[in-house]
Nanobody
Framework: QLQLVESGGGLVQPGGSLRLSCVAS????????IGWFRQRPGKEREGVLC????????IYADSVKGRFTISRDIAKSTVYLQMNSLKPVDTAVYYC????????????????WGQGTQVTVSS
């Protein structure tokens, strides 16, 4: 019933930009914290950016601070991840996830997950 669907991934050159979308269905974004996570090749899944239920608090990974931003469109039930100044090290499968409470921006704190979308940064 509760579903998250990511889209917007693809191939982009270093220094380029990409915007990922996460469409939520079966629940309201007003009642859930949403996080963006990624899994780079050969690495464990890590938190990238998380936003609180109210939308006014955020947790950033140091590696993306100043380059990535998160936003919500309640009317469209969609959360976005805007990625700028992309680097090859950003290559990963990106996931959005939902949690009842805004705690940590770590995978174990989130209960509901999308299927992921591939982002490849290469020249």
């Amino acid at each position: 019933q509760l579903q998250l669907v990511e889209s917007g991934g693809g191939l982009v050159q270093p220094g380029g930009s990409l915007r990922l979308s996460c469409v939520a269905s079966g629940f309201s974004l007003d009642y859930y914290a949403i996080g963006w996570f990624r899994q780079r090749p050969g690495k464990e899944r890590e938190g990238v950016l998380c936003i609180s239920t109210s939308g006014d608090m955020r947790i950033y990974a140091d590696s993306v601070k100043g380059r990535f931003t998160i936003s919500r469109d309640i009317a469209k039930s969609t959360v976005y991840l805007q990625m700028n100044s992309l680097k090859p090290v950003d290559t990963a499968v990106y996931y959005c996830a939902a949690a009842k409470l805004f705690r940590r921006c770590e995978p174990l704190a989130y209960d509901y997950w999308g299927q992921g979308t591939q982002v490849t940064v290469s020249s």
